[in-house]
């Protein structure tokens, strides 16, 4: 009996050995895990977060430099200020390239209307003569200068069997 006794007492001792094991080591370590399983979830939606900012923000900086190109292109076809150095310049190359010279060429401050919408100009004009050809290329050249320009006034007239006078006025535009 005493051995069935003795059995019994380890059996219980052991059941709340086990027990106590459970409930004082194995029950927090679970809690723990439930509780750092959350914490993964949240740090991993962070992160899904954090990615997207991130990539939101790299497209803005690729935008913020497209911005840049794009203004300091503006600013080449219609500058802030009226210097027009580089305008004369391209007309007496494409004079030059056409074996033309331009008589009279003279650049004056535009008059203004007084209406507040209307851009600010300066207006220049200018003479010359020369082949079919070479007036043709010198007007279309005109157009695609890289400065915002108009041509106002283009006269033709023939100076003699392969020769046309060509005057030209026009605007070049500036300002904010």
Known sequence: M???????????ILLVSITSVLL????????EIKSSKHS?????????????????????????VSIAQIETKILGLYPDDKDISNF?????????NENLTFNNLSISEAKSSGKKAEASSVQFDFNTSGSYQQINNIVKKL??????????????????????????TGHIYYGK
């Open 40 to 64: 993964l979830k949240q740090k991993q939606t962070d992160l899904i977060n954090s990615t997207e900012k991130y990539e939101a923000l790299k497209k803005a900086s690729k935008n913020e």
């Open 143 to 168: 157009e695609q200068f890289a400065r915002v320009n108009t041509i106002n006034n283009l006269n033709l007239s023939i100076k003699g069997e392969n020769d046309i006078n060509l005057k030209v």
């Open 88 to 96: 004369i310049i391209n007309l007496e190359k494409l004079a030059k």
């Open 2 to 12: 005493f051995k069935i006794k003795n059995i019994t007492i380890q059996i219980i």
């Open 24 to 31: 004082f080591f194995i029950k927090p370590t679970i809690n």
